[in-house]
């Protein structure tokens, strides 16, 4: 079954503009690098300051040996945030996206 790890960030909206940037410019090539990896997804909602970014893993094994490449990363969004990154781990049962 493939996992994923939600990361949910909250923060105002000038940390959040740097919270995204650092994801697109340092998280993402790492992550996207790992074994294991089938790449990772962004969301964000300025009016509840917030945002959640997903990575995709191949297996809960893959997923569990990134941790050590993302909880440093993971602090430095959340010392970019000023707060808490909290993460929860999931089952992907289902996954479709289309082209518009």
């Known amino acids: 079954m493939l996992r994923t790890r939600l990361n949910r960030i909250a923060a105002d909206p000038a940390a959040l503009d740097r919270c995204l940037a650092y994801i697109e410019r ?3 090539a790492v992550l996207e690098a790992q074994p294991g990896s089938l790449g990772i997804s962004l969301l964000e909602d300025r ?23 993302e ?6 969004l959340a010392r970019q ?4 990154v909290t993460v929860e781990d999931y089952t992907l ?5 289309r082209e518009p």
């Open 81 to 84: 945030a000023g707060g808490p």
């Open 93 to 97: 049962v289902f996954s479709s996206v």
């Open 47 to 69: 009016e509840r300051g917030g945002a959640i970014f997903g990575s995709v893993w191949v297996s809960s094994q893959e997923m569990s040996r990134s941790e050590d490449t």
């Open 26 to 28: 340092e998280i993402r």
């Open 71 to 76: 909880a440093p990363l993971r602090g430095e």
